[in-house]
């Protein structure tokens, strides 16, 4: 890098500073502030006693979530005291800047030329009123960014080592990348059930399909093993306690809003009468057997209380494992006899993954407050809807734009790829994870695709950076080191 490039990059680094701190001095003007009371209830959380006077106990007996941000969680609230909610709030910020960095830092190396891409795309992430909403939320959002992130820069710099073809003497180099792949991945799969283990083998194998000619490719595989081994163990320990080989035990209940939404069943013999995530005392009919019993005396706190000691509701306790595979079985059951009904509402849910992210059902009444912002920015047409039909035409109206983009970027990428033979490996990663994310979301979700969307949102701007310099430059080779035949 030249001494006048440095200077640019410095000077777009303080840039993306100034914006953000201005940006963020205004938020209270507009009402927004950080949202601490989300601690007491939401659904994912320990409850707080647990997570400030027995943490390690409360992790150990979680069945509903994986453990890593509910360890964050107790971690900052031990350590804070007092003064958690400004720490979190401050942690949160922290995590919006540190993505936008890592993105402008991944745009900068895939996405040089013209010179204004990369800081343009990174203002767009910076300022968007998503992430000003979602970094004011006490939720696992821009954590699980920044993970993806972390992961996809450490591949990028695998992918241009220097040598990569050639063994050389700098193998500690090629570790500490590999590395920096696996720890964020496996990290993830400890922060929310849907990076589910299967997704972590998916994709490893993917990775080292892409470097399977190169010194790298062993190195990888044992990185890449050890994390697979690492997160295999908690699905073990989920299963020897609680029969259940997954990160979550409501993975069934989750299933259920998509397969009965627009069906609702007033039968109330039948658990899909319910609305999952509800109550536990509206499923006591459907819970049978010795469930305190058998869990009597491992963590009663967690596991046999219905309520927090706020009163709010406790979707940790063991009535919810029966419940959930109840509510699995019937879906099953409704998909089989009714399966156009069920695709129906995946094709709603696929639609909703590309509505403005700020249409997640906790982000809405933030969004209100800065609505002509939103939606001149994100063109959220829910606004100005009232009633259940316009809220829908609303939501799809809203889907148009990012879908297209969405479309014309893969169309360019895949098209110049097929073009070359050849893609790169961090292409390969933010494809492979884009497509996971939209395939389970829109099968097993609903309500919330549009934040899960959000997650990933980085890795399509990395490949949106690629698609503007491809056309900017068509005869600038994108994709180089992984020939695809």
Known sequence: MTSTEKQTYRTEIIILILAFLVSRLFLPLFGLHFRFNALFIYWQYLDTDTLRHHLGQGLWYDHAQPPLFNFLLGLVLKVSGSHAPTAFALLFKLISLTNSLLLFTLLKRTATRPSWIPLAITLVYLLSPALLIFETELFYTTFISMLLLISALFVLRLQQAPGLRIPGPDRGGLWKNVAGICIPLALLCLTRSMYHLVWLVVLGAILLFGLRKTIAFRPLFIGLLLAILFVSGWYVKNYLLFSQFSTSSWVGMNMARTVFHDAPVKDSSRIEAFEP?????????????????????????????????????????????????????ASKAFVKAHPAGYLKNVLQSSILFFAPATRYPFSEPEAKKIKYYDLLYSFNLSHFAAGKEQRRIAVVLSALPKLLVYLAVVYLLLRNAVKQKRISLLSLFAFSTIGYVFLVSSLLEHYENMRFRYEIEPLFLLLLGQ???LLMDPQKKQYFGIKMR
Not at 295 to 316: F, M, V
Request: cysteine-free; charged content about 20%.
């Open 277 to 329: 995530f509800s109550d536990l005392h509206y499923y006591r009919p459907f819970i049978s057997g010795p469930q305190e019993k058998k869990y009597a005396g491992l963590d009663d706190r967690d596991l046999l209380s219905e309520t927090k000691s706020d009163g709010s509701s406790n979707l940790n306790a063991v009535g919810y494992i029966q419940v959930s595979q109840q509510y699995m079985a």
């Open 467 to 469: 698609a503007l310099a």
